[in-house]
């Protein structure tokens, strides 16, 4: 007779909120939980050694936060194996702090057994009273029927939530997640974010999820062009420092492009008169005047749209600038002829 065919079906537990997902069966560790010096990453085959990243000197510390960011194929999940000696590094070296546990996440859940029920593969990690087990499982949406139910019919979803169950009633105080997202839909992502609202422990995440990362990281190492930048924000502060960065390169490219345009002097509308005769009468003396204080009246602007980091304002009136420009020298060459 299994285990549970002993198990008497008791009522569905409520979801109780008041259970945290904690790092204290795990030793408290050391105030630096990792820490790199001269590091890069990479990987080695039959060609030689490829370097994917260069790392700043890091020192993560106990309790922290940080989630590794940037475009596919930047390093992301090689630099994590790295620094959880997976994968050898080229140079430099990965130091792990005194008792860390690490608990390590990644896309895959192929150690499942899908033919066991989801509350059995979860006993088989930690063995508990039935109740405890449900009550806990419920944190990760499992609820009511849905323990005895067998693992080979759960959803990729479903399977990632049990994996991360598993993984945290281990207590690590180390949680290292990999995309722990793909395959959620908003009621398991938004069960994730409460869960490690409620973790302990340390934190390093890999993750294209915006919302998680936005919610979680207090500070980021993002990959880009070979190489580690070790922000130390949140994820909004990056993105606003981000905008501000693009809007200084926007600046600097609309005020080369206005004062690269020609400019001319300014005349007056007691001026010689128009030369030809025989064009239409036109007051292009007027019209040249008129283009003119346009002009003032867009550099005014401008300048004021530079100000107030306004990128879109600072665009269109660049154009603008440029356009009464041209009508200005054509104007002036039709007065002139």
């Given at each position: 007779?299994?285990?549970?065919?002993?198990l008497?079906?008791?009522?569905?537990?409520?979801?109780?909120?008041?259970?945290?997902?904690?790092?204290?069966?795990?030793?408290?560790?050391?105030q630096?939980?990792?820490?790199?010096?001269?590091?890069?990453?990479?990987?080695?085959?039959?060609?030689?050694?490829?370097?994917?990243?260069?790392v700043?000197?890091?020192?993560?510390?106990?309790?922290?936060?940080?989630?590794?960011?940037?475009?596919?194929?930047?390093?992301?999940?090689?630099?994590?194996?790295?620094?959880?000696?997976?994968?050898?590094?080229?140079?430099?070296?990965?130091?792990?702090?005194q008792?860390?546990?690490?608990?390590?996440?990644?896309?895959?859940?192929?150690?499942?057994?899908?033919e066991?029920?989801?509350?059995?593969?979860?006993?088989?990690?930690?063995?508990?009273?039935?109740?405890?087990?449900?009550?806990?499982?419920?944190r990760?949406?499992f609820?009511?029927?849905?323990?005895?139910?067998?693992?080979?019919?759960?959803?990729?979803g479903?399977?990632?939530?049990?994996?991360?169950?598993?993984?945290?009633?281990?207590?690590p105080?180390?949680?290292v997640?990999?995309?722990?997202?793909?395959?959620?839909d908003?009621?398991?992502?938004?069960?994730l974010?409460?869960?490690?609202?409620?973790?302990?422990?340390?934190?390093?995440?890999?993750?294209?999820?915006?919302?998680?990362?936005?919610?979680?990281?207090?500070?980021?190492?993002?990959?880009?062009?070979?190489?580690?930048?070790?922000?130390?924000?949140?994820?909004?502060?990056?993105?606003?420092?981000?905008?501000?960065?693009?809007?200084?390169?926007?600046?600097?490219?609309?005020?080369?492009?206005?004062?690269?345009?020609?400019?001319?002097?300014?005349?007056?509308a007691?001026?010689?008169?128009?030369?030809?005769?025989?064009?239409?009468?036109?007051?292009?003396?007027?019209?040249?005047?008129?283009?003119?204080?346009?002009?003032?009246?867009?550099?005014?602007?401008?300048?004021?749209?530079?100000?107030?980091?306004d990128f879109?304002?600072?665009t269109?009136?660049?154009?603008?600038?440029?356009?009464?420009?041209?009508?200005?020298?054509?104007s002036?060459?039709?007065?002139?002829?």
């Open positions: 007779e299994t285990r549970l065919a002993r008497e079906r008791i009522a569905r537990p409520d979801l109780d909120e008041s259970i945290s997902i904690s790092s204290g069966g795990a030793s408290r560790t050391g630096v939980v990792i820490s790199t010096k001269g590091l890069k990453v990479g990987y080695t085959d039959v060609d030689g050694p490829t370097e994917l990243l260069k700043p000197d890091l020192k993560l510390a106990r309790g922290s936060r940080t989630a590794v960011i940037g475009d596919n194929g930047t390093g992301k999940t090689t630099f994590v194996k790295t620094v959880l000696g997976m994968i050898p590094p080229l140079d430099g070296f990965v130091a792990v702090g008792s860390v546990k690490v608990g390590y996440y990644s896309q895959g859940v192929d150690d499942l057994d899908d066991q029920t989801v509350l059995e593969s979860f006993l088989d990690i930690k063995n508990m009273p039935f109740e405890d087990a449900r009550s806990y499982l419920a990760f949406l609820q009511g029927e849905d323990v005895f139910r067998e693992v080979g019919a759960c959803s990729g479903e399977k990632s939530r049990l994996a991360l169950a598993r993984l945290l009633i281990t207590e105080n180390l949680l997640l990999d995309e722990p997202t793909t395959h959620f908003i009621p398991s992502r938004e069960a974010e409460q869960v490690l609202h409620s973790y302990t422990g340390t934190i390093l995440l890999v993750s294209h999820d915006r919302h998680v990362v936005s919610l979680l990281a207090e500070s980021l190492l993002v990959t880009a062009n070979g190489e580690v930048d070790h922000f130390k924000g949140t994820f909004d502060e990056w993105s606003q420092a981000q905008r501000e960065a693009e809007v200084q390169v926007a600046t600097a490219m609309v005020l080369e492009r206005v004062k690269a345009a020609p400019r001319f002097q300014p005349v007056k007691t001026g010689p008169k128009r030369r030809n005769p025989a064009a239409p009468v036109i007051d292009m003396e007027q019209v040249i005047v008129d283009l003119e204080h346009k002009l003032k009246e867009i550099e005014t602007q401008l300048q004021t749209a530079t100000v107030n980091q879109e304002a600072m269109r009136l660049g154009e603008e600038h440029i356009s009464t420009q041209s009508r200005l020298e054509k002036l060459e039709d007065w002139d002829t």
